[in-house]
Structures are given as structure tokens and as C-alpha cells.
């Protein structure tokens, strides 16, 4: 991680900015590699998350880490970042004050990773990242643009654990989304 962006979790680790601070184990920052031409955001830490300090280290993250592995990533090569940063109690979806909150950390995070592609994991980061009523089941592996970076969202990893049905629509967008980071990218380069 850069000093820059290791000087930013710092300064997060005391944000008081919604209630969520209080009652979080750990501040689940953001991992991987800065800058990254592709950057992954999640909707908020679950309960591994929190214990641990790090997205993604639960059941779905087993499964995201197997979706890059399958588009031969793996998350040294990306950066992955949530839309809140402390776990929202009982795993409930972060309230809308809560990413607002949040937000101005993960636009400092967007600063620093400087990603051409960012892939927002589930219906809850696609609304936050996209537009506000993104529909999931319609919209998913459909390209946006916002200020020169290419959006795109994908199945939340947990939504893919719950119902197996939705995995060849999510591994369609994956081909989709290697095509255009192998043409727009030097991700596969070296
Ligand atoms: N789900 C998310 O959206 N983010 C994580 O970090 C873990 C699970």
C-alpha cells in the first residue's frame, strides 16, 4: 500500500463521522494495490471484516477471490474498498447518512488508487456508485461513465453464495469485463 494511502487509513481510524465508529471491532480500510487500473467496492464489512480489519475475508470473499482468479486477477493486482468502512450491526445494508458520511474517505481512496474501471459488488454499492436507482437484476454487466472512469456492477458475491442460479449471468459480465480491462488495460501486461 502507498504512504499515502496507508496516511489516510490513519487519519480514518478515528472518524466519529456516523455512528458506526462506535461500535465496530476494526476499521475495515480498503487492500491492494495502489495505484490499480481496476478498483472493487463492496457494500460493508460483515463479520469476519470487522474481526479482522480486511474486505472480503468471509465466505464471500472466498468466492470474489475465486471470480478474479477465474479472470486470472487476484487482489494484489486490484484495490477493494467498501462503501462504509465499520460493519453495520447485524449486517443490516448501511443506511444512506452512513455512506454519505463515509464517502468523502472513499473519494480520497478513488484519488489515490486512480482506477480506469471500478466494479461495485451488489445492488447497495451499484446505488451508491452509479445512480441511485440502479436495478441490479436489470443493469448488472452494463458499462457507465462517470468524470473518465468506466462503471460496471456485478452480482454482490454473498447474493452469488445465496442463489447459485445467478452465477452464469455473473460469469458472462466476468468475460465481459476481462475483454474491455485486456483492450483499455495494462492489467494482463505483466
Ligand atoms: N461484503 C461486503 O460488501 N464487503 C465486505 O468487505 C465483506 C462482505
Known amino acids: ?28 480500510f ?14 460493508g464489512p460483515g463479520e469476519q471484516e470487522d474481526l479482522q480489519g480486511e474486505p472480503f475475508v468471509g465466505p464471500a470473499g472466498k468466492l470474489l477471490d475465486d471470480m478474479l482468479e477465474m479472470i486470472g486477477l487476484d487482489r494484489t493486482r486490484v484495490y477493494i474498498a467498501n462503501t462504509v468502512k465499520c460493519r453495520p450491526p447485524l449486517n443490516r445494508d448501511p443506511a444512506e447518512e452512513e455512506m454519505a458520511a463515509c464517502r468523502p474517505w472513499l473519494e480520497q481512496q478513488i ?27 436489470r443493469e448488472h454487466g452494463q458499462w ?38 485486456r483492450r483499455e488495460t495494462a492489467l494482463y501486461e505483466k
Do not use: Q, W
Open 30 to 43: 480498503g487492500v491492494g494495490k495502489v495505484p490499480s487500473e481496476l478498483m472493487l467496492i463492496g457494500e
Open 111 to 137: 484519488a489515490l488508487v486512480r482506477p480506469k474501471i471500478i466494479v461495485c459488488l451488489g445492488r447497495i454499492a451499484a446505488g451508491e456508485m452509479i445512480k441511485k436507482d440502479f436495478r441490479i437484476t
Open 144 to 181: 457507465f461513465e462517470k468524470d473518465g472512469v468506466k462503471l460496471m456492477a456485478i452480482y454482490h458475491p454473498s447474493a452469488l453464495l445465496r442463489d447459485v442460479s445467478k452465477r452464469p449471468e455473473t460469469f458472462a459480465d466476468l468475460r465481459e469485463l476481462r475483454s474491455v480491462l
Open 1 to 28: 500500500m502507498s504512504e499515502e494511502m496507508k496516511a489516510l487509513a490513519r487519519r480514518c481510524e478515528g472518524c466519529r463521522n456516523c455512528p458506526l465508529g462506535a461500535s465496530r471491532t476494526n476499521l475495515v
